[in-house]
């Protein structure tokens, strides 16, 4: 494969984890001081439907998750299966994009 392609793949698989760890950060932070607070799942819902500021923090959680699993699983499917056609590539592709779809369906269906 190109080391041009490679490189770029390294550097969105490690781009991508930073900023799911921050994502997974600010998410549990936030869950467990307004379950602590005493809020329901339902007032929380009533709290965030709307809030732009919480749908594209969440769209950039979607966005970096569809990023980060399918580099990940193609790193998976050639060391393990030795799956290295260039289908692999075309059905991770389309595994990121049914990730975006079913992530933003949820996150649109949350925030309406």
Not at 5 to 27: D, E, K, N, P
Request: with cysteine; net charge positive.
């Amino acid at each position: 494969m190109n080391p041009k392609v490679q490189t770029f793949l390294w550097i969105a698989q490690r781009a991508s984890a930073a900023l799911l760890g921050l994502c997974v950060l600010v998410h549990l932070v936030t869950m467990i001081y307004a379950v602590r607070g005493g809020l329901s799942a339902a007032e929380i819902l009533g709290r965030t439907s709307g809030n732009v500021a919480w749908f594209a923090f969440y769209t950039v959680f979607v966005l970096a998750i569809a990023v980060h699993v399918p580099i990940g699983l193609r790193a998976v499917l050639i060391e393990w299966a030795g799956w290295r056609s260039r289908g692999r590539d075309v059905v991770l592709l389309c595994f990121a994009v049914f990730l975006v779809y079913g992530g933003m369906s949820a996150v649109k269906a949350v925030f309406r």
